[in-house]
């Protein structure tokens, strides 16, 4: 069986393809995985938890109980899925039970 070079060029193509692809649904696995640390200084400077019902309501009077993220304005989650973006933290995702004091109610 002879291999054309047109023959060649399509499978070089699919195989780098194929790479592309893969390299990218590892990347955003990767950075879907990557959640707000409690303990870093802008999480602390705006009380966020990752469960809104341990806000020290105290430490936090904005604070209302029932208030979460996936209730938040700034929350991009989708729907259903239990971490989402939130511009505040870019580049991280915050959980849909999260809270913190920049909370704003959906309209
Ligand atoms: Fe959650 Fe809203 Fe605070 Fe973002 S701004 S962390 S969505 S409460």
New binding site residues.
């Given amino acids: 069986m002879k291999t054309t070079r047109r023959d060649f060029l399509i499978s070089s193509a699919s195989v780098v393809s194929a790479g592309v692809v893969s390299a990218l649904a590892v990347q955003r696995q990767a950075m879907a995985a990557q959640h707000?640390d409690e303990n870093s200084p802008l999480a602390k400077q705006?009380g966020?938890k990752h469960d809104?019902t341990l806000v020290d309501a105290k430490a936090e009077p904005k604070y209302k109980p029932g208030?979460?993220?996936?209730t938040?304005?700034?929350?991009?989650g989708k729907p259903g899925e239990p971490w989402?973006p939130?511009?505040?933290?870019q580049g991280q995702d915050?959980?849909d039970k999260?809270?913190?004091?920049?909370?704003?109610p959906k309209a």
């Fill in positions: 707000v705006l966020y809104a208030e979460h993220c996936a938040c304005q700034l929350y991009q989402g939130c511009p505040i933290f915050v959980s999260g809270w913190c004091s920049a909370y704003t």
